[in-house]
């Protein structure tokens, strides 16, 4: 059975692993304010707020609806759209969508009102963040993003009181498994698990698997929802680097990732909205072996190590060797992905991390380059450089490192490196971009640091 709250009423019901909540609040709740628009969690349409016990308050964060499954609601809080005016009177951020014009055909408008709404009590993820990147994840065909910005401009962030809805948590009992699921609550239970149960479909976020079954309509079989695993949540630094829990959300981990480098955090920015940033983690970007994944890259260029466990048996090895060929990772079947380990860069490394894509916001990447360049004394003496959408995995760039290592810190230098990466890489021609495109722009990128060191262009950061 899973328990959840509604509007502080304990809401009790079966459901298979991959029924999505989408689903359930539609069809079975009634509540059809929650929109199905793309049913990949691109939109936002469907974007609800889960709320879940964080120490003695309650920690809020809006998800798309679609790409979440029944079993990932058990044990927390939901509101959707209807929540807010479950009294009768509109919300501020409602009023605001009304005074303002800012909906026109009203098929997005409950999903950015979810946004917003999310923003007004300092949800997950909205903490200092300008209203565009709060709704970075919600689309709009017909009004135009102005009156909507207005809107969420107009309705500052203000403590909500949950002590009634926190009491209730605590209150609510959970089984912890279903007829085909299993929702472990340590790393622990996790191990035996899988031990048990080698076949199982391991799902964190479901920022992926969820497209699995809403576009491909994969079954698939037993699932292990690892999103209420403590020990997978830790996030851990010291002047070596820092450790992350394979269960550490994007959201969760951006300003950990931003204090070891800028960069690292401006690239969190980009991975998906906040909706999939609230939901999607470290270690299922990595376990998914994705070859456009975005952080994957980074982390291999930084040194990255990933510890992976099966029962009480640890090991752990270099990121860029998990991957071995498409969709082929690593990893036993009755084995996991624990955390990763990245090194803190040293004075002399020159750090850069740039994505490609063909909108700035929400958008899977053409290309993602990251160099890790370290120069002692106008020497390369360490280079580590890794794309994403180059190649069938994340990959290093091992003839084009060769030709930096032991150089000289110079424009032909570069040159020569920039030159070598078609000797590293055959890259596809999709839809994001063609063959000839994705290694013109990886060399440009590389010529473009040694730009940016020597103070001929500025820093590459807010690049599309």
Known sequence: MIRFLLDGAVIEVEAGATETALDLIRYRLRRTGTKEGCAEGDCGACTVLLGELDGGSVRWRAVNACILFVPMLDGKALRTVESLSADGDLHPVQREMVERHGSQCGFCTPGFVMSLYGRSIGALGTLGEPVADVIAGNLCRCTGYGPILDAGEAVPPADSDDTAVAELLRGLSRDGAGGDWFAPRTADALAALLL???GARIVAGATDVGLWVTKQYRDLGAVIFIGDVADLKTVAEDSAGLTLGAGVRYTEAKAALARLHPDLGELVRRIGGLQVRNAGTIGGNIANGSPIGDMPPALIALGATLTLRRGDTRRTLPLESFFIRYGVQDRA???FVESVHVPRPGPDTIVRVVKLSKRFDSDISAVCGAFAITVEQGCVTGARIAFGGMAATPARAATCEAALLGQSWSEETIEAAAQALAR?????????G?????LTVAANLLRR????????????L???
């Open 462 to 464: 807010a690049d599309g």
């Open 196 to 198: 048990a149960h080698p």
């Open 449 to 460: 640091l040694w730009a940016e060191q020597s103070g001929e262009v500025t820093s590459v």
């Open 434 to 438: 063609s063959s000839a495109y994705r």
């Open 333 to 335: 079947a009755d084995e």
């Open 424 to 432: 590293d890489y055959t890259p596809l021609s999709d839809a994001r």
